[in-house]
C-alpha cells in the first residue's frame, strides 16, 4: 500500500511517500524504497521547499507561506508534478492512506486511530494543551482530506501514545489528586514517535529483540526530551504536562521552579501567561546567551569569538542532559545504551561528547573518532560512537519519524475494528 506521511511540525511540515508492504501479521510490516520525501520550512514567513529520494534533494524552492494551509497546497502542487527515486511519474491517485503526526492525543488516544469528524474534533478539543501543534496538525489533516478527499482513510499517530505505558508513578504531579482528575493534568510526554523510532532503530541495529532491551533516548533539536525506555516501553520522559518541562531547549526553558510565574508576573507586572509565552519563546538557548537558539551558532561563538554568554548556554544545555541520563539511568537499573537524535543530536559530535564526558563510572567510553565521524546520516542509518570495551554503548541514530508513521498507519487499518 502506498502511503503520504505528513509530519506538520509548528513552523515546518515534513512529508514522505512509500510502499509499506503487508506480511502475515499486524506486526510483519516491510518498508519499500522511499519514493520521495521533502520538507517545507520557515512557515510563516519564507518557506523553503525541498523534495528529494535516496538521500538526494532534487529541488529546492522558496516563497513567502504565511501558514501551513498554504504550505500544504505547495506541497501538493509539486508532487503532482514529481517522479519517484526510479524516475517514475507519481500520481497523487496511486496513494492509498495518509498518516498524520498529532503532537498531542491526552489520556483519550493510547493507539493510532482511524480520522473522522469525532476524531478531529477530539484533537481539536485537546488544542489548549498544544496550542502550538494540535492546530497545525488539523490544518495538514483538513487539507490533506479537502486535496485528495474522503475516500482515501487517514491516520493519526499520537505523539503522547508511546508514553502512555509509563507507570502511575512517573505520571502523576503531587497535586492534590481530585483536582488534577478533574483538570486531566498529568505527565502525558512529547516526542513519542521520534523516542519509539530511535527504540526500533536500535533494536534493528543490534538484532535484539525491543523487549529485551534497556536503553536511553535523546531526542535534541529546537525541542529536546530524554526517554527511558523498558523492554520496548517508555517508563519515564522529560517532557510532562506540556513540551515545556524537561531539558533546556532552543527557546524553552525547560525545569523551572513553578513559584518563579508568579513572582515574575508580579515584578513585571505582567499577566501570568507572559510569563510562559517568555518560558516558551525567549528562554533555553536563545535566552541564556541573548543571541540564537542555533546551537551551531552558540559553539562557534564559544569557541572562536569567546562569548561567554554562548559558553554558558552550552554549559547548562549539556549539564540538564546528563543529570537527565543519570536520573534515567537508576530508574532502569542501568542501559545498555545511550542513544542520540535529532538535530543537535545527530549533527553535533562536540554536543554528544560534553554530555557523554565524566561518564566513565558507568562504562561508557566515548570512541572520539567515531563521535566526529557521526554527522550526515540518513533517516535511520545508525553509528556507534563508543568504543569497543565499553559496558554503556552510545549509539547516533537519524530519526525517522515519517517511517514510524507509515507502518503505524498499516498497523491501524489492518487492525480488527
Known amino acids: 500500500m502506498r502511503v503520504l506521511v505528513i509530519n506538520s511540525g509548528s513552523s515546518s511540515i515534513k512529508f514522505q511517500i512509500a510502499d509499506v508492504c503487508e506480511g502475515e501479521s499486524n506486526q510483519d ?96 478539543a485537546l488544542s489548549e494543551l498544544a496550542p502550538l501543534h494540535n492546530p497545525v496538525c488539523l490544518e495538514g489533516i483538513r487539507g490533506a482530506r479537502s486535496i485528495l478527499g474522503a475516500h482515501v482513510p487517514m491516520v493519526a499517530v499520537f505523539d503522547t501514545a508511546f508514553h502512555q505505558t509509563m ?142 554568554q554562548a559558553q554558558l548556554a552550552i554549559d547548562v544545555f549539556c549539564y540538564r542532559a546528563k543529570k537527565y541520563i543519570g536520573a534515567y539511568l537508576a530508574v532502569l537499573g542501568g542501559a545498555d545504551a545511550i542513544i542520540f537524535g535529532g538535530g543537535i543530536g545527530e549533527g553535533s559530535p562536540d554536543i554528544r561528547e560534553r554530555i557523554c564526558e565524566g561518564m566513565g563510572w558507568c562504562g561508557l567510553q566515548m570512541d572520539p573518532e567515531r563521535n566526529h565521524a557521526a554527522v550526515g546520516l540518513q533517516p535511520g542509518c545508525v553509528a556507534k560512537i563508543s568504543t569497543e570495551h565499553s559496558s554503556l554503548n552510545v549509539y547516533v541514530i537519524a530519526t525517522d519519524e515519517e517511517t514510524w508513521i507509515a507502518q503505524e498507519t498499516m498497523r491501524c487499518l489492518r487492525a480488527p475494528r
Open 167 to 308: 507507570p502511575v508513578k512517573a505520571k502523576t504531579y503531587a497535586l492534590p489528586l481530585a483536582l488534577a482528575s478533574r483538570h486531566h493534568i498529568s505527565r502525558y510526554g512529547f516526542h513519542g514517535i521520534a523516542h519509539a523510532s530511535l527504540a526500533d532503530g536500535y533494536a534493528a541495529f543490534v538484532g535484539k529483540p525491543l523487549s529485551e532491551t534497556r536503553i536511553i533516548t535523546l531526542q535534541l533539536g529546537n525541542g529536546c526530551s530524554v526517554t527511558a525506555i523498558a523492554g520496548g516501553k517508555s517508563v519515564d520522559t522529560s517532557m510532562g504536562f506540556t513540551p515545556l518541562e524537561g531539558l533546556v531547549m532552543g527557546t524553552r526553558s525547560g525545569d523551572v521552579d513553578p513559584s518563579i510565574v508568579s513572582y515574575l508576573s508580579e515584578r513585571e507586572q505582567v499577566e501570568a501567561s507572559e510569563v510562559e509565552r517568555l518560558l516558551n519563546e525567549q528562554s533555553g538557548l536563545l535566552g541564556m546567551s541573548g543571541k540564537t537558539h542555533d546551537m551551531r551558532e552558540l559553539l562557534h561563538a564559544a569557541i572562536q569569538e569567546h562569548d561567554e
Open 29 to 124: 510490516l516491510t518498508l519499500g524504497p522511499i519514493l520521495l520525501r521533502g520538507s517545507v520550512k520557515g512557515i510563516g514567513a519564507t518557506g523553503t521547499l525541498t523534495l528529494g529520494a535516496g538521500g538526494t534533494v532534487r529541488k529546492t524552492l522558496t516563497q513567502p507561506v504565511s501558514n501551513h494551509s498554504m504550505a500544504l497546497q505547495w506541497i501538493f502542487e509539486h508532487l503532482k508534478q514529481c517522479e519517484d527515486e526510479r524516475g517514475n511519474a507519481l500520481s497523487l491517485s496511486d496513494v492509498k492512506a495518509v498518516g498524520h503526526r498529532v503532537v498531542h492525543g491526552g489520556d483519550r488516544f493510547a493507539q493510532p486511530v482511524v480520522i473522522d469528524d469525532a476524531v478531529e474534533a477530539e484533537i481539536d
